[in-house]
C-alpha cells in the first residue's frame, strides 16, 4: 500500500545543504532477525542508513544497539504499529510516540530526532488527525521523513530482482533520493537485493547517507 503518488512528494528546506545523487536507505518496522543480515552489508559497504523502529522481541534489541554503535541513524516509527489507535486523536499519537522514544533510549541511550508515521503521513487513517499530529510534533521539534522510492517490499514480494528494480528504476532521474525499504523477520528478498543495489548505484555516482533533523525532508503532500 501507497498513500501517495509521485507527483505527491514534496521537499522542505531546512538548511541549505546542497544534495547532488544523495540516497538514502530508510528501514521500518525493526528490529528483527533480518537487522544483523542488514547491518553486516552496510558494514561492508562502509555505508550508513535509517532504522525507524518499532516495539520489537527483546532478543533482537541487542541489533538496534549494534545500529546506534556502528553510527546508523534511529527514528521512531511506533510502539504499537496499530493503526486505528495511534492516529485516534493528537494525544494517542504522542502516547505512542513516547512509548516508542523511551523504548529506544532505555535500551540504547541513543536519543531520536526524527519520525516515520506508520503508513506514512498521509494514509487512510489519520486524515481527521494529521495536520494537528504535524503540527504538534513540529511544535516540539521533531522532523518526519516520508520516501520518494519504493521498494515495494512491504507486500509479498519474494524475488530480490523485483526489488532490486524497483529501487534501481525509482532513483533514476533523482538527485536525492529516500528509499524505503522494511526490517522484519520475513524480508529475506530485501537483504537479498540490497548488495546488488548498493553496488548499482555506487557505480552511478550515488552517495549515501543517514538521515538527521539537519536535511530536509521528503514529505507527502497533505491534501
Not at 34 to 41: V, W
Not at 51 to 60: C, G, L, M, Q, S
Not at 76 to 95: E, G, N, T
Not at 179 to 193: E, G, L, N, Q, Y
Amino acid at each position: 500500500f501507497s498513500p501517495y503518488c509521485k507527483d505527491d512528494v514534496q521537499d522542505v528546506n531546512t538548511t541549505d545543504i546542497q544534495e547532488e545523487k544523495m540516497v538514502y536507505f530508510t528501514f521500518d518496522d525493526g528490529p528483527s532477525p533480518r537487522t544483523e543480515e542488514i547491518l553486516d552489508i552496510l558494514k561492508k559497504h562502509n555505508i550508513k542508513a535509517t532504522f525507524f523502529v518499532i516495539k520489537a522481541k527483546d532478543e533482537y534489541i541487542p541489533f538496534m544497539k549494534r545500529a546506534v554503535e556502528e553510527g546508523h541513524t534511529i527514528g521512531v516509527h511506533s510502539y504499537s504499529h496499530d493503526y486505528k489507535q495511534i492516529y485516534r486523536s493528537v494525544d494517542a499519537y504522542l502516547d505512542d510516540f513516547t512509548k516508542c522514544y523511551k523504548y529506544i533510549y532505555d535500551n540504547t541511550g541513543y536519543t531520536p530526532t526524527i519520525y516515520r508515521f506508520p503508513g506514512g503521513s498521509v494514509n487512510n487513517h489519520n486524515a481527521a488527525t494529521r495536520q494537528d499530529i504535524v503540527a504538534e510534533m513540529s511544535r516540539r521539534g521533531y522532523i518526519y521523513f516520508d520516501w520518494n522510492v519504493e521498494s515495494n517490499d512491504s507486500s509479498n514480494i519474494k524475488d530480490a530482482a523485483v526489488i532490486y528494480n524497483n529501487v534501481i528504476n525509482g532513483c533514476k532521474g533523482k538527485k536525492r533520493a529516500v528509499v524505503i525499504f522494511h526490517d522484519s523477520t520475513s524480508k529475506k528478498a530485501t537483504v537479498r537485493a540490497l548488495e546488488n543495489i548498493i553496488t548499482t548505484l555506487k557505480a552511478d555516482g550515488w552517495q549515501f547517507g543517514a538521515l538527521t533533523n539537519e536535511i530536509k525532508p521528503v514529505i507527502f503532500r497533505m491534501k
